[in-house]
């Protein structure tokens, strides 16, 4: 049985992101982005991280969705959908009557597909020019 809580450690986080391909992060960059993020969620099967999603935002109006990872063997089972879902209703829960929130993301490539499902849209369309990223910095 899948259970979600807001809690995961320094090991799991990083296994995770090894498990679908992405750099790990040292001790510090963990401690300050847990630390920082607006809002987590850890998908468990038992005490087996399997899935997560995080957000980060400026507590106005903005609101990014970053780190939405699957474990491979868990993928297909809906556990993205459900993190996903979660970070929807806590952007929802954020705002008050009248009020607006942006909610951005950087898609892996060929995830978009599952994205869109949440109404998020591929740039550029509108007024809205392309999406932009740095190069991955590193010492």
Same mark, same amino acid.
């Given at each position: 049985m899948i259970t979600y809580k807001s809690e995961i450690t320094f090991e799991d986080y990083n296994n995770l992101r090894m498990l679908v391909g992405w750099n790990t992060i040292t001790k510090r960059q963990f401690d300050n982005a847990m630390?920082?993020?607006s809002f987590f969620t850890v998908a468990y099967d038992g005490d087996k991280a399997v899935g997560m999603s995080r957000g980060v935002g400026d507590?106005?109006?903005?609101?990014?969705?970053?780190?939405?990872?699957v474990h491979p063997d868990y993928q297909g089972q809906g556990?993205?959908?459900?993190?996903?879902?979660? @970070?929807?209703?806590y952007a929802d829960d954020s705002i008050e009557? $009248?009020? &607006?929130?942006? =909610?951005?993301?950087?898609?892996?490539?060929?995830?978009?597909?599952?994205?869109?499902? @949440?109404?998020?849209?591929?740039?550029?369309?509108?007024?809205? $020019?392309? &999406?932009?990223? =740095?190069?991955y910095v590193k010492k």
């Open positions: 630390k920082n993020s507590g106005g109006y903005h609101l990014m969705l970053v780190d939405v990872i556990i993205g959908r459900e993190v996903v879902s979660q @970070f929807m209703k009557s $009248g009020e &607006g929130i942006s =909610l951005t993301l950087l898609s892996a490539y060929g995830k978009e597909k599952f994205y869109e499902k @949440f109404g998020f849209h591929i740039r550029p369309v509108g007024k809205e $020019g392309a &999406g932009m990223n =740095l190069k």
